[in-house]
């Protein structure tokens, strides 16, 4: 049975929205947009170290490995296609990074989409009471 969200929820959104907005307004007031976008995917590697799980972990900071990579491929690019009109042949021999590009942003969003499914398990598994079957106890530990 879904529960029908309270005015205290609503509220309790708002508050945090209003303070997300306000963080982001605060950091990133007056960056370009690729600082932006750097300053993101930081956010996302220090929260990728702060994961309890070392598994999730290590994919997390893959990702934003790729993405940095994605970033700077993205940007050479972009100032190459901006650079002058390009013949249809010119443009051709660019085609294999423009595929590169698109490879790492499949591989970013699979990752993406893996962290969101095993984090989805481990809500479930919590919500039922039960032990992920994937955790194992600590060295140490007097779990059976």
Do not use: C, W
Not at 100 to 128: C, M, N, P, V, W
């Amino acid at each position: 049975m879904e529960m029908e969200p309270t005015n205290t929820d609503a509220v309790s959104d708002q508050e945090l929205n209003t303070a997300l907005e306000a963080h982001i307004a605060e950091n990133y007031d007056g960056l370009s947009i690729e600082s932006q976008r750097s300053a993101r995917i930081k956010e996302y590697e220090e929260s990728a170290l702060s994961r309890l799980d070392p598994f999730a972990a290590v994919i997390a900071m893959g990702n934003a490995s790729l993405q940095r990579i994605f970033e700077h491929l993205n940007a050479a690019l972009l100032d190459e296609l901006y650079s002058k009109a390009h013949t249809l042949e010119e443009m051709r021999e660019i085609s294999p990074e423009i595929r590169l590009l698109l490879k790492l942003r499949k591989s970013i969003e699979t990752g993406f989409a893996f962290q969101l499914h095993d984090a989805e398990q481990h809500a479930a598994t919590y919500r039922q009471g039960g032990r992920d079957k994937r955790t194992r106890p600590q060295i140490g530990s007097k779990q059976a």
